[in-house]
């Protein structure tokens, strides 16, 4: 059994900042990779930033420049710094992680979503 639990999120004015946070529990051999999409109402859910194993990073076009992705490997966390925020990164915010669990299977694991508003 795995969860992830976010934390952060809320509402802030354009050109705020706000920081997301996600740590994993539960019976986890090995992450494999982390990482936040978003959905904003009637769209499709959207890769926002992912970290691998390593130092290697992803970012949508859209945030380059603005949000940090940082992974904590020891903890099982991942955090999203999110600065110079725009009314149209407003959505619901899930922490991803692809997880190998001691059966050796590897498997897509969502939180909880949250909330993220930006006022113009």
């Known amino acids: 059994q795995v969860q992830l639990v976010e934390s952060g999120g809320g509402l802030v004015q354009a050109g705020g900042s706000l920081r997301l946070n996600c740590a994993a529990f539960?019976?986890?051999?090995?992450?494999?990779?982390m990482g936040w999409y978003r959905q904003a109402p009637g769209k499709q859910r959207e890769l926002v930033a992912a970290i691998p194993s390593g130092s290697s990073t992803n970012y949508a076009d859209s945030v380059k420049g603005r949000f940090t992705i940082i992974r904590d490997v020891a903890k099982n966390t991942v955090l999203l710094q999110m600065n110079s925020l725009k009314p149209e990164d407003t959505a619901v915010y899930y922490c991803?992680?692809?997880?190998?669990?001691?059966?050796?299977?590897?498997?897509?694991?969502w939180g909880q979503g949250t909330q993220v508003t930006v006022s113009a």
């Open positions: 991803n992680a692809r997880i190998l669990t001691p059966d050796w299977r590897t498997s897509d694991y």
């Open positions: 539960g019976s986890i051999f090995r992450i494999v990779a």
